[in-house]
């Protein structure tokens, strides 16, 4: 698999070759890193991936294994666990360290609901982006 990185000056490289950077200019207007300082940004407009800590949720353990394998290719700080519930605990330990949720598919709906509903109401975690493909059911 290939792994590209954007940044919000709308740059794209490659994170398995030269670090992710690409050349060219900062055509960005008042955008990206250099507008808004962060300690998980590089002085070049790009998020330092080894400073980006991932929660990822997935309980078929070889999903988990080739997800995790990708993203600690591409550099990311990951925790790996295999239940909604043990999101709820990792986010009980991590919470304020934790800077995007992937949760898989397979989670029971109950208990992945149960998980959202958790991370609404809490102030501090609702700030975490969780990118998760939940089921839908249509009446």
Not at 127 to 133: D, E, F, G, L, N
């Amino acid at each position: 698999m290939e792994c590209l990185e954007l940044n919000l000056n709308n740059e794209v490289g490659d994170c398995m070759e030269g670090g992710g950077r690409s050349s060219g200019g900062s055509g960005g207007a008042g955008g990206g890193c250099e507008a808004n300082p962060n300690p998980k940004c590089g002085g070049d407009g790009f998020i330092d991936r080894s400073k980006v800590r991932i929660l990822l949720c997935d309980n078929n353990e070889k999903s988990l294994e080739e997800v995790l394998t990708l993203l600690l290719k591409c550099s990311y700080q990951v925790t790996s666990v295999r239940s909604a519930r043990q999101v709820i605990d990792a986010l009980n330990a991590e919470g304020p360290d934790i800077d995007i949720i992937l949760a898989e598919v397979d989670i029971p709906m109950s208990k992945g609901m149960k998980m959202l509903k958790y991370i609404a109401r809490d102030k501090e975690l609702r700030r975490i982006p969780v990118i998760s493909k939940l089921p839908f059911f249509y009446c």
